[in-house]
């Protein structure tokens, strides 16, 4: 049997020690040692579905922009960054000259600053795209990042954090926790309701035991969070979004903010606002499969023997109980409801386009009850 | 009956000429929670070495190999129904094929249940 090998030569996350005290299998992502799972991926899984998974995605920039930067940082995406209110998180995708996605990422407006979490697989080209557009980036690498996620964070954290569960989903503020200031933000890759909890890397070890320290909280591994993003129709940098893909095509329209729509002047504009004008020539779909053969990664839909589209995500959906993937295809064969055909291995295996998430979303919107 | 090992961490039971095939405990840990098998159809002749089924975790698929050549005689039907017994039993229910040996003599080449866990435990 072909069992992966292990690569040397990786940055420890702050939490490293806690994390193979916990029994975490560590296997090497976006250049650190990173716990893939603890109990196994689709017990972790259904555990955030159901009570609450603490995520270490420390791995993840934390950079920091001054005052002042936001034209500077709208002409390398599509958002409207100076209509961005304080202690509000917007989604937006660093584009290339040709419209291509070099990153998704947040951004928020802070008192002092504007505040971006981008991926830890791309952070330092990201870092160096904003500084070569005259951006004072501060990249603290002195921050740790957790996420909590699941039904009963909000309970969980506020008994910490008094105060967080008034945050609304995209919505966040400072906070003190165990202590030591804290910037939480409403928000999470799993279609959970949930929060990112951003603490000095120093103090992360102890907010990690507390929060664990509750019966409802177990420690969630990589393994389960792409799972759970998968379920939620979120795609992943690097496999769901790359350069030769523009937001239009990767179905992210929502991340082009209108006033930008009109005004453009961000890169690829021209490409960009012709393919949300007139619709891209393939699109990001979700695919549900027949039976209960996975389909992963490169495996190609095929159409009279031709290939005309790729899976970019695929797996086994732990709370469907079935695989499911994201895939380009043609406009033509985008529908929901189309049938396709994806070549598994020299075997043709049947599958419909479904709209995404696959597993509805449990946020807590700006409305909602306090 | 004797249970012979390879370093791919696949097992192997014979008697006589006849053949059982499956992953061990070591490598159901390492694969995660078992999601689908895909086993190769009775009546296929498998060279050593070769790929032989493909056993898809939630996270990926991973190929096995089979530790001596062989007719298939049979799969697990069971597997398809519930994939986690290669999780569950690895050195019992969840076996995945069964096959006629060509060539005895292969086994030579193979562990046995001692050498096997030294050899695990080197890793």
Same mark, same amino acid.
């Given at each position: ?7 040397? +030569?990786? $940055?420890? %996350?702050?939490?490293? =020690?806690?994390? #193979?005290? @916990?029994? !975490?299998?560590?296997?090497?992502? *976006? ?112 921050? +740790?990042? $957790?996420? %909590?996620?699941?039904? =009963?964070?909000? #309970?969980? @954290?506020? !008994?910490?954090?008094?105060?967080? *569960? ?205 | ?123």
């Amino acid at each position: 049997m072909s069992v992966p090998e292990p690569a040397d +030569a990786e $940055l420890l %996350l702050p939490l490293d =020690a806690l994390h #193979r005290a @916990l029994g !975490a299998r560590m296997v090497p992502f *976006a250049g650190y040692a990173m716990p893939i799972q603890y109990d196994g991926i689709i017990a972790e899984h259904q555990w955030t579905r159901e009570h609450a998974g603490l995520f270490d995605v420390s791995h993840m920039g934390q950079l920091e922009l001054p005052l002042g930067s936001d034209l500077a940082l709208e002409a390398l995406l599509p958002g409207d960054i100076t209509g961005l209110r304080e202690g509000v998180l917007r989604y937006s995708l660093l584009l290339d000259a040709s419209g291509g996605i070099l990153d998704d990422l947040m951004v928020t407006r802070r008192a002092d600053d504007l505040y971006l979490v981008v991926n830890g697989a791309v952070k330092h080209a990201d870092i160096a795209l904003l500084r070569g557009a005259g951006i004072d980036v501060r990249y603290r690498d002195d921050l +740790a990042l $957790l996420a %909590l996620q699941g039904p =009963a964070a909000a #309970r969980v @954290l506020a !008994a910490h954090a008094p105060g967080v *569960a008034d945050l609304r989903f995209m919505r966040a503020a400072a906070f003190t926790l165990l202590g030591q200031p804290a910037w939480i933000s409403r928000s999470g890759y799993t279609g959970e309701d949930g929060f990112e909890i951003s603490v000095a890397a120093d103090s992360v070890e102890a907010v990690a035991r507390a929060l664990l320290a509750d019966a409802e909280v177990r420690p969630v591994g990589l393994g389960a969070r792409d799972s759970l993003r998968l379920e939620a129709g979120l795609p992943l940098y690097g496999h769901d979004l790359t350069p030769t893909i523009n937001p239009v095509e990767a179905g992210l329209s929502f991340a082009i903010s209108k006033r930008r729509k009109v005004e453009g002047g961000f890169p690829g504009a021209g490409i960009v606002l012709r393919d949300l004008l007139h619709g891209s020539a393939r699109r990001r779909v979700g695919l549900r499969i027949d039976g209960r053969q996975p389909v992963r990664e490169g495996a190609h839909i095929v159409e009279n023997g031709v290939a005309v589209g790729e899976v970019t995500s695929g797996g086994f959906g732990p709370a469907l109980g079935r695989p499911i993937a994201m895939a380009y295809v043609p406009a033509a064969l985008a529908a929901d409801g189309t049938r396709l055909q994806i070549d598994v291995r020299g075997r043709l295996l049947d599958a419909t386009v479904v709209p995404m998430p696959f597993f509805p979303k449990s946020y807590v919107r700006e409305g909602a009850p306090r | 009956m004797t249970r012979y090992f390879t370093n791919e961490h696949e097992w192997v039971d014979v008697d006589g000429t006849a053949a059982t095939v499956g992953v061990t405990d070591y490598a159901q840990g390492q694969l995660g929670d078992v999601v689908f098998v895909e086993l190769p159809p009775v009546g296929k002749a498998l060279a050593k070495g070769k790929e032989a089924a493909v056993v898809e975790s939630v996270k990926a698929a991973s190929d096995v190999y089979t530790p001596v050549s062989g007719t298939v005689t049979a799969a697990n039907a069971a597997l398809e129904a519930e994939p986690a017994l290669v999780n569950t039993a690895a050195d019992t229910g969840g076996w995945f094929f069964k096959l006629t040996l060509s060539d005895p003599t292969e086994l030579d080449g193979l562990m046995d249940e001692a050498a096997y866990q030294a050899f695990v435990a080197t890793l």
